[in-house]
Nanobody, 120 residues
Framework: QVQLVESGGGLVQAGGSLRLSCVAS????????MGWYRQVAGKQRELVAR???????NYADSVKGRFTIARDNAKNTVYLQMNSLKSEDTAVYYC??????????????WGQGTQVTVSS
């Protein structure tokens, strides 16, 4: 019913920048929150940044001042601008959307993940 498509991952040198995008489509009535998480093999998935209705945001301490999350409500899209990348930012990044479907059911969806690799 709902699909998330991520793009923008890749390989970058330390100090460089990348921008991730995630587009939500399908039977969406309202999006409540959109966010980005990341996971390294063998570790738990962790929150990177999240933006809720009204554009309130929160960030992991490790990315504050370097990453910026933004959303385009008209396009059901969330972006993550990542600057001053460090090797420890290397991970698979997942988009997450908390929404209400057209049948008024609230649910949470995950993207397929996009690899970000930062070389030192």
């Amino acid at each position: 019913q709902v699909q998330l498509v991520e793009s923008g991952g890749g390989l970058v040198q330390a100090g460089g920048s990348l921008r991730l995008s995630c587009v939500a489509s399908g039977r969406i009535f309202r999006i409540n929150a959109m966010g980005w998480y990341r996971q390294v093999a063998g570790k738990q998935r962790e929150l990177v940044a999240r933006i809720v209705s009204g554009d309130s945001t929160n960030y992991a301490d490790s990315v504050k001042g370097r990453f910026t999350i933004a959303r385009d409500n008209a396009k059901n899209t969330v972006y993550l601008q990542m600057n001053s990348l460090k090797s420890e930012d290397t991970a698979v990044y997942y988009c997450n959307v908390d929404l209400m479907t057209v049948t008024l059911r609230r649910d949470s969806y995950w993207g397929q993940g996009t690899q970000v690799t930062v070389s030192s």
